[in-house]
T-cell receptor, first 111, second 115 residues
Framework: SQQGEEDPQALSIQEGENATMNCSYK?????LQWYRQNSGRGLVHLIL?????REKHSGRLRVTLDTSKKSSSLLITASRAADTASYFC???????????FGAGTRLFVKA | DTEVTQTPKHLVMGMTNKKSLKCEQH?????MYWYKQKAKKPPELMFV???????INESVPSRFSPECPNSSLLNLHLHALQPEDSALYLC??????????????FGNGTRLTVT
């Protein structure tokens, strides 16, 4: 399977805490993307990090990329109940012309 | 609200029915996609259209028939489905379809139940 792996599968934290999700992938990449999906809704693109970047920020989101380990992490700081959702990493396969999603992390933020 | 609109939001159909899912975007994107998502699983790619031409079919059974009438519309025609085809069907679009992977813009999906 070309699908990447994410851990943890599920994460439950208190409002105000930070949440970290990890993603590992299998092949070389041009970029890696993170998406959020609220229950029963479509996915929303959060952030894209290119293969020559090591870290990227967007608001309360911080993404890191380690191409030598084929891994990425998404950090959500000062989490809110509204951050409760599933988070997926996704990689466009070079030459494959398709974006494959990791298994996802289900985040639950308790108010 | 998303800029990709899918209709209907929910659909219940029998195994002998014929139905269609519709997707529309007005962002000027030239690539459109169908994904299938089962509960607690990631989306799985079904079809890719680029400039209204079918570019990828991920070995999807012929009971699913995609159609791209123009650059803004994408349909998925359903016929003789099985109960295991019940899932959330997501439409997405991107500016272009290329190996670099433009970010995808998703609709909110059609929740399909096959009885």
């Amino acid at each position: 399977s070309q699908q990447g792996e994410e851990d943890p599968q599920a994460l439950s934290i208190q409002e105000g805490e930070n949440a970290t999700m990890n993603c590992s992938y299998k092949t070389s990449i041009n970029n890696l993307q993170w998406y959020r999906q609220n229950s029963g809704r479509g996915l929303v693109h959060l952030i894209l990090i290119r293969s020559n970047e090591r870290e990227k920020h967007s608001g309360r989101l911080r993404v890191t990329l380690d191409t030598s380990k084929k891994s990425s992490s998404l950090l959500i700081t000062a989490s809110r109940a509204a951050d409760t959702a599933s988070y997926f990493c996704a990689q466009p396969y070079t030459g494959g012309f398709k974006t494959i999603f990791g298994a996802g992390t289900r985040l639950f933020v308790k108010a | 609200d998303t800029e990709v609109t899918q209709t209907p939001k929910h659909l219940v159909m029998g195994m002998t029915n014929k139905k269609s899912l519709k997707c529309e975007q007005h962002m000027g994107h030239r690539a459109m996609y169908w994904y299938k998502q089962k509960a607690k699983k990631p989306p799985e790619l079904m079809f890719v259209y680029s400039y209204e031409k079918l570019s990828i079919n991920e070995s999807v059974p012929s009971r699913f028939s995609p159609e791209c009438p123009n650059s803004s519309l994408l349909n998925l025609h359903l016929h003789a489905l099985q109960p295991e085809d019940s899932a959330l069907y997501l439409c997405a679009s991107s500016q272009v379809w290329d190996s670099l992977g433009s970010p995808l813009h998703f609709g909110n999906g059609t929740r399909l139940t096959v009885t």
